[in-house]
């Protein structure tokens, strides 16, 4: 089965034409099969009177219900002229033409799906009811990885957050012998989509590891498990060496890429420095 073709456009509610604020409260589908789909929260109110908390219930509810009737009348119109795509495009494009109103759309989109229903009940829940999938981002992906790697060792590993009540540096490896902290590792992604934000991210370190070590909480082996850039040259390469060089030659921390691999990774990890305090 081919996929259909939808253009949608999210309906929201927007009283306050002045501070730009709105709810999400529909989904409008057009699909190149004919069908012209809609879904309005109809049922919940809450959820906007509190974001909306100095406008009177009666006023969202009313002018809702009368929006709702004059879109189901739009969308029968609309399905009345199945058949006829240049017609339902122009229904389509009035509804959402960019208006001074407390019921607006936004800009259309455009999807494929097997389903159009299943694809308008997905967005709805995207939009009006945030089901987000969350997809894990590369360092999150790492963590998880270096998490797996961990248990190989026979230490106990916690996530703590070093440093005193002016200091506050959260790590999610730290391996601690009574109150001495042997170790602490923090895996990195500096695989971003420019060298400014590479250098950003690695100042960023740079000040977590210079005030833990101002003020006596750094840990005895500071390891980073770092993911380079996929380009091999180029200035993110070059930010990425100058990031990492800085913190092995300031700090005395350890960076152990990820290309390294989980043995190698492992037996360096389990090697203690000779920076490394007894």
Known sequence: MSAIICNYAVLRFQPYLDTGEFANLGIIMLCNNGQFLQRVETVSRKRITHFFDKLPTKVFT??????????????????HHKGQLDVQLRIFNDLVEPREAMFRFSKPGTLAAKDP????????????????????????????HVNHWLRALNRSYTEQTLGNDIVRV????????????RQA?????????????????????????????LSNNAPDDMVFISQSPKAKTGPRQRAYKEICQEIENDFAARILPEHLGQHRILKEVATPPSYAGN
């Open 62 to 79: 009313q002018a809702r219900q009368h929006f709702v009737t004059e879109l189901k009348r739009t969308a029968d119109l609309a399905n």
């Open 117 to 144: 229903q299943i694809a308008l009940d997905e967005l709805f829940n995207r939009y009006v009811h945030h089901d987000f999938k969350h997809i894990a981002t590369p360092e999150e992906q790492l963590t998880k």
């Open 170 to 181: 959260k790590l999610p490896f730290v391996w601690q012998e009574g109150a001495h902290i």
């Open 185 to 213: 590792i923090k895996p990195l992604s500096f695989d971003l989509e420019d060298a400014g934000r590479i250098i950003e991210k690695g100042d960023k370190w740079l000040a977590h590891l210079r005030r833990l070590k």
